[in-house]
């Protein structure tokens, strides 16, 4: 599902930058100040890399109002981490796609006026 899903797209930003699915960034767009490209992947993974993560890990998406991250597991499910407090899973989900999806309705449901 993951590999499907950046097949189609390096990352994803919406809900003005609520809620990103972390893409690959050039080094020549690194500092361009460059809106457009999504937060670096390499970034969490490999020069930031999560305390407490198992090899196989990795960290897809981020939430701008906490800062916390969602990590595809390698059995394949996705968990929310809160970095900035404790570092504990706070939410789980089956799989990226099921966290994706639920997410964009939760962001949905609370921009909806």
Not at 27 to 49: M, W
């Amino acid at each position: 599902m993951l590999k499907s899903f950046y097949s189609q797209a390096n990352g994803l930003m919406i809900f003005s930058g609520s809620l990103r699915v972390l893409g690959y960034v050039p080094n020549d767009a690194l500092d361009s100040g460059v809106y457009d490209y999504p937060s670096s992947i390499l970034t969490p993974n490999v020069s930031a890399r999560i305390d407490g993560l198992m090899e196989g890990d990795i960290v897809v998406g981020w939430y701008k109002n906490d800062g916390s991250y969602v990590v595809v597991k390698k059995n394949g499910e996705a968990s929310r981490y809160d970095v900035l407090g404790t570092g504990e899973e706070t939410q789980r989900w089956v799989d990226f796609d099921n966290w994706l999806a639920s997410e964009i309705i939760v962001l949905h449901e609370n921009y909806t006026y």
